[in-house]
C-alpha cells in the first residue's frame, strides 16, 4: 500500500534560471518550512539549465516530512517575447516608442508555448493575451 504523504505548505517564488543560491530572497523563503535549501537551489538548477537567465515561477510543495516537490511553470509572456524579439527590455513608452514586430504567427508560437499556463485552452485567446501583453511592452503586431 502506497502512503500519502500530507502537504504542509507551498510556496510559490519567481527565480532566475539555473542561478538560485540559498541568498536571499529563496533562503528566508523556505527556511521557515524546514526543507533543505541547499538541496532545492541544485534541483532547480538542474531542472532549469536549458532556460539559463530566464525567470520561471515555481511552485515547491512541502511535505510534513520536510520533502519537497518542484512543479516548473513556463517563463512570463514578457520573457518569452523579449527572448522571441532579443531585447533585453521593453518600451518605457509603450504605444509611442516600439522596440520590435510579433506578426500573428509569431504570437501564436509564443502562445502554444504559454497555452499551458494561461487561464484558457483556446488558442486564439491565449494570442490576444499575448498580444496585450507585448502591446504593453511597447511590441508592434501586425
Avoid: W
Avoid at 24 to 35: M, R, T
Avoid at 43 to 53: A, C, L, S, V, Y
Avoid at 78 to 90: F, R, V
Amino acid at each position: 500500500m502506497v502512503s500519502k504523504k500530507n502537504i504542509k505548505s507551498q510556496v510559490k517564488l519567481i527565480i532566475s534560471a539555473g542561478e538560485a543560491t540559498p541568498a536571499p530572497p529563496i533562503g528566508p523563503s523556505l527556511a521557515p518550512h524546514g526543507i533543505n535549501i541547499s538541496e532545492f537551489c541544485s534541483k532547480f538548477n538542474e531542472m532549469t539549465k536549458e532556460f539559463r537567465g530566464m525567470l520561471i515561477p515555481v511552485v515547491v510543495t512541502v511535505y510534513d516530512d520536510r520533502t519537497f516537490d518542484l512543479t516548473l511553470k513556463k517563463p512570463p509572456v514578457s520573457s518569452l517575447i523579449k527572448k522571441y524579439l532579443k531585447i533585453e527590455k521593453g518600451s518605457s513608452e509603450a504605444g509611442r516608442k516600439f522596440v520590435g514586430k510579433l506578426t500573428s504567427e509569431d504570437l501564436k508560437k509564443i502562445a502554444e508555448e504559454k497555452l499551458l499556463d494561461l487561464n484558457t485552452e483556446d488558442i486564439n485567446k491565449a494570442v490576444k493575451i499575448i498580444e496585450g501583453t507585448a502591446k504593453s511592452m511597447g511590441v508592434k503586431v501586425e
